[in-house]
T-cell receptor, first 118, second 115 residues
């Protein structure tokens, strides 16, 4: 079975603080993909990043960075120098490639609500 | 270009009524997914289409739920004899292809409240 766990339900930080959102996943597939989505109050899920299971290089995009560690089945997301506009619910998700029983569909964690206070 | 659109954005139904939720995917996107998001939870997969073919409906919670995409573009999710537990946000997503090399783009969702 595939599962994504986001243990942090809510996080509150003050603007300019760094914050890390944790994501732990379970899968029996050897090839899989991991995602992060942002859901602002408007409700629309916004794609942030996709990583495949063979690429463990960390990635940085502006203030965002992702740490993928296969050994611990984790795909954590760090926001550096947080801003009020970062306030949203963040979802980690998992998917298996074409040909498996979970083709295409995303398995989401329960989400972490991030509140950035001015 | 235009993103995924969904209508209506909000729907209130009395228990027992039938509802139809519409999704207009991004033009040219082959794959279309429906997810259900209960309050405070992550989205859960319902069904997906590749063009007009419904390739997976394993997530539909009961036979009261039915989805179609007859011409391979617009899709409709129908819920018959709505129950209170059907109250949720229904999200539609589309992608260029079926494989996960293509990210899914989500619409704003339809918030269904069953009273």
């Amino acid at each position: 079975a595939q599962k994504v766990t986001q243990a942090q339900t809510e996080i509150s930080v003050v603007e300019k603080e760094d914050v890390t959102l944790d994501c732990v996943y379970e899968t029996r597939d050897t090839t899989y993909y991991l995602f992060w989505y942002k859901q602002p109050p408007s409700g629309e899920l916004v794609f942030l990043i996709r990583r495949n299971s063979f690429d463990e290089q960390n990635e940085i995009s502006g203030r965002y960075s992702w740490n993928f560690q296969k050994s611990t089945s984790s795909f954590n997301f760090t926001i550096t120098a947080s801003q009020v506009v970062d306030s949203a619910v963040y979802f980690c998700a998992l998917s298996a490639p074409h040909g498996s029983s979970n083709t295409g569909k995303l398995i989401f964690g329960q989400g972490t609500t991030l509140q950035v206070k001015p | 270009g235009a993103g995924v659109s969904q209508s209506p954005r909000y729907k209130v139904a009395k228990r027992g009524q039938d509802v139809a939720l519409r999704c207009d995917p991004i033009s040219g996107h082959v794959s279309l997914f429906w997810y259900q998001q209960a309050l405070g939870q992550g989205p859960e997969f319902l069904t997906y289409f590749q063009n007009e073919a419904q390739l997976d409906k394993s997530g539909l919670p009961s036979d009261r739920f039915f989805a179609e995409r007859p011409e391979g573009s617009v899709s409709t999710l129908k819920i018959q004899r709505t129950q209170q537990e059907d109250s949720a946000v229904y999200l539609c997503a589309s992608s260029l292809g079926l494989a996960v090399n293509y990210e899914q783009y989500f619409g704003p969702g339809t918030r269904l409240t069953v009273t």
